[in-house]
T-cell receptor, first 111, second 116 residues
Framework: DAKTTQPPSMDCAEGRAANLPCNHS???????VYWYRQIHSQGPQYIIH???NNETNEMASLIITEDRKSSTLILPHATLRDTAVYYC????????????FGTGTRLTVIP | NAGVMQNPRHLVRRRGQEARLRCSPM?????VYWYRQLPEEGLKFMVY????????ESGMPKERFSAEFPKEGPSILRIQQVVRGDSAAYFC??????????????FGPGTRLTVL
């Protein structure tokens, strides 16, 4: 699986959109971009994934650049409960592969 | 539908003892994964199992660690003769064998192992 690069930390004001960037310049054509988050020592929680089209679900939106070398996770209206470490992961699909968790971005939502 | 269950949630062992961590996957899931998270680090893959088979154990330490996922019952991660460096949070995840959520891994709450 390709490596990803994320900023170590970010702050976001409560109620504002949180935009979390991820670089994956060596991504292969058959690798998807996945986002998970881990809220204070809990088990990681799946957020969203995509291949090349932008995706949206009830939690977030995922914007993938046309060359697929980077992506942005958008939390449209951040709340205090969104404070967590966010992991961007690229992996081949389909396949029940393991997930490679890097160091992620620690997002702090400020009241 | 109950989520992934792990027990115990906290486990304290003295050096040299054995630790047994249990994971019950979500109903209908036949794939189980174990990850370890050392303090202030990201999760590291250990092993991937399907019922009665180890598919990928590339992340497992060569000694003292073993895992199984029997036909009946939970998956077990076993650590023999624990050392202080084994202190960590151990997370289990499961995924279904088919369906729209085939590629999602659902994580349990973890077992926090402390070795004294």
């Amino acid at each position: 699986d390709a490596k990803t690069t994320q900023p170590p930390s970010m702050d976001c004001a409560e109620g504002r959109a949180a935009n979390l960037p991820c670089n994956h310049s060596t991504i292969s054509g058959n690798e998807y971009v996945y986002w998970y988050r881990q809220i204070h020592s809990q088990g990681p929680q799946y957020i969203i994934h995509g291949l090349k089209n932008n995706e949206t679900n009830e939690m977030a939106s995922l914007i993938i650049t046309e060359d697929r070398k980077s992506s942005t996770l958008i939390l449209p209206h951040a709340t205090l409960r969104d404070t967590a470490v966010y992991y961007c992961i690229v992996r081949v699909d389909p396949g029940a592969n393991n997930l490679f968790f890097g160091t992620g971005t620690r997002l702090t939502v400020i009241p | 539908n109950a989520g992934v269950m792990q027990n115990p949630r906290h486990l304290v062992r003295r050096r040299g003892q054995e630790a047994r961590l249990r994971c019950s996957p979500m109903k209908g899931h036949s794939h189980v994964y174990w990850y370890r998270q050392l303090p202030e680090e990201g999760l590291k893959f250990m092993v991937y199992l399907q019922k009665e088979n180890i598919i990928d154990e590339s992340g497992m330490p060569k000694e003292r660690f073993s895992a199984e996922f029997p036909k009946e019952g939970p998956s077990i991660l076993r650590i023999q003769q624990v050392v202080r460096g084994d202190s960590a949070a151990y997370f289990c995840a499961s995924s279904p064998s088919r369906g729209s959520s085939y590629n999602e891994q659902f994580f349990g709450p973890g077992t926090r192992l402390t070795v004294l």
